[in-house]
């Protein structure tokens, strides 16, 4: 069984920087690939971004290209999230998530390919 635990979410203004963390436990981390998804109030959860088990690779939104960054450490089994120049409609809870595949490049770009599920974390930009 695989377990998520998000990190690093908080309250900061518009303009300013988050680094998110998911630490991930009870599995063989470096095959599986990892993502990052959002649900903001009212609204779905969408895809954030996503990056392959070998690390190579990355996928994004284009709501938060050029602004975010999906990055791995497989030796500390955890992936990060990047988030520079925040926006108010970038507030949500943001949600690790998990899949084991066997090719290491990758990337998993939608909700149903994800099987694995961290507890969220809470992300707000103001005004």
């Known amino acids: 069984q695989v377990q998520l635990v998000e990190s690093g979410g908080g309250l900061v203004q518009a303009g300013g920087s988050l680094r998110l963390s998911c630490a991930a436990s009870?599995?063989?981390?470096?095959?599986?690939?990892m993502g990052w998804f959002r649900q903001a109030p009212g609204k779905e959860r969408e895809y954030v971004a996503g990056?392959?088990?070998?690390?190579?690779?990355?996928y994004y939104a284009d709501s938060v290209k050029g602004r975010f960054t999906i990055s791995r450490d497989n030796a500390e089994n955890t992936v990060y999230l990047q988030m520079n120049s925040l926006k108010p409609e970038d507030t949500a809870v943001y949600y690790c998530?998990?899949?084991?595949?066997?090719?290491?490049?990758?990337?998993?770009?939608?909700?149903?390919?994800?099987?694995?599920w961290g507890q969220g974390t809470q992300v707000t930009v103001s005004s």
């Open positions: 998530a998990a899949s084991k595949t066997s090719l290491p490049g990758v990337v998993l770009r939608t909700q149903s390919a994800y099987a694995y």
């Open positions: 009870g599995t063989t981390f470096s095959s599986y690939g």
């Open positions: 990056v392959s088990w070998s690390g190579g690779r990355t």
